[in-house]
């Protein structure tokens, strides 16, 4: 039998092995992809640190695939083998449930995949998905350069367009970082006066570049203030994963404003009186859908939005991983499956 190549995390804890096993046979409505890049997200951390309860091990991590198309189980349709095909967090929906009838298939009541947690993922030279799981990818975007698209990307693509915030409105991104660097450009490219919010002096110069018109050094002024002071923020994407600066930046939120808390950071003290005094609030914001993925993609296309990679060959997955962890890497990780 066919054989395909996998990093697998065994035990909760790691490490990332090597490991050959047999090729995956799509199952019914399911399509099997040969795996080009996957993106190394802070989320895999959730796997291989064996935070969820109820993840079975061994498993395969990763959520930020593009491939191609290699095999169609029963049932599928719309799809051809050889087809460009991304995979994000989303794994999948029923069609029929309450919630995807009411066009919240995000949170299916049927099917509760996510591809690395659930299911095998795409640290692995193959992988399979189900077919309403995956997103159409356009054949000019360079698979390594764009797989953090399919979850940092359209994250943030999403995040920032269901904001209500228009073109011209002040929008801050708070966090130069992985999901950060994206952010601004999304921003910026729908058309918004983009704020990039960080730590120090370093990253403004990058900011700037990606297309921010204002910078704040969160470390040197309080961001609240600072936003307050511009006629506050329509919008906030607050990309960080720390609790405390995020809640520091809530108030700068102006009337009617909303914060997209789309950085995991568990509980967050917020003051109920600022928000009712504006209107503002506070939302928390699911990466997206297949059909999002692919909105995501095509605009960054358009619109030139890049993500900035450091490349790993997969047998590097395990190194590859704890760059991404250390918050040093400028700015996502990617395996590469050929190298
Ligand atoms: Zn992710
Ligand atoms: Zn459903």
């Not at 399979?128 to 350069?145: F, G, K, R, Y």
């Not at 704020?195 to 921010?212: H, I, P, S, T």
Request: with cysteine.
């Amino acid at each position: 039998m066919a054989k395909m190549r996998a990093m697998v995390v065994r035990k909760p804890g790691g490490p990332i092995e090597a490991e050959e096993r047999d090729l995956p046979v799509p199952g019914h409505d399911e399509i099997r992809i040969r795996v080009q890049a996957c993106g190394v997200c802070h989320s895999d951390s959730l796997t291989i640190e064996g935070h969820l309860p109820g993840i079975k091990y061994p498993r395969i991590p990763g959520h930020e695939v593009i491939g191609v198309v290699d095999a169609l189980g029963a049932g599928v349709r719309g799809w051809s083998k050889g087809a460009r095909a991304g995979v994000g967090w989303f794994g999948g929906s029923c069609g029929y449930c309450r919630n995807c009838r009411r066009d919240s298939a995000f949170a299916c009541e049927n099917v509760h995949d996510v591809s690395g947690l659930t299911r095998d993922g795409g640290y692995a030279t193959h992988m399979t998905a189900h077919v309403s799981a995956v997103a159409h990818v356009p054949e000019n975007l360079d698979a390594v350069q764009s797989a953090p698209l399919l979850c940092a990307g359209v994250t943030t693509f999403n995040a920032l367009r269901h904001t209500g915030a228009g073109a011209g409105d002040l929008v801050a991104v708070h966090g130069v970082g992985g999901l950060g660097h994206l952010g601004i450009q999304f921003a910026a490219r729908q058309g918004f006066r983009t704020v990039a919010v960080n730590r120090g002096r370093d990253k403004e110069e990058l900011a700037r570049k990606l297309g921010a018109s204002d910078y704040i050094d969160s470390a040197a002024e309080d961001p609240a203030k600072a936003l307050t002071a511009m006629g506050g923020a329509k919008a906030i994407l607050a990309t960080v994963t720390d609790g405390q600066a995020m809640q520091a930046i809530a108030g700068g939120l102006g009337p009617s404003g909303v914060m997209m808390v789309i950085g995991a950071v568990g509980p967050l003290t917020i003051d109920s009186f600022d928000l009712l005094q504006k209107c503002a609030a506070i939302k928390g914001w699911y990466s997206g859908i297949a059909r999002d993925s692919e909105d995501t993609l095509r605009f960054s296309l358009l619109n030139k939005v890049a993500s900035m990679n450091e490349v790993y060959p997969i047998e590097k997955a395990q190194e590859a991983y704890q760059r991404m962890m250390s918050g040093k890497a400028r700015f996502r990780v990617v395996l590469k499956m050929d190298a």
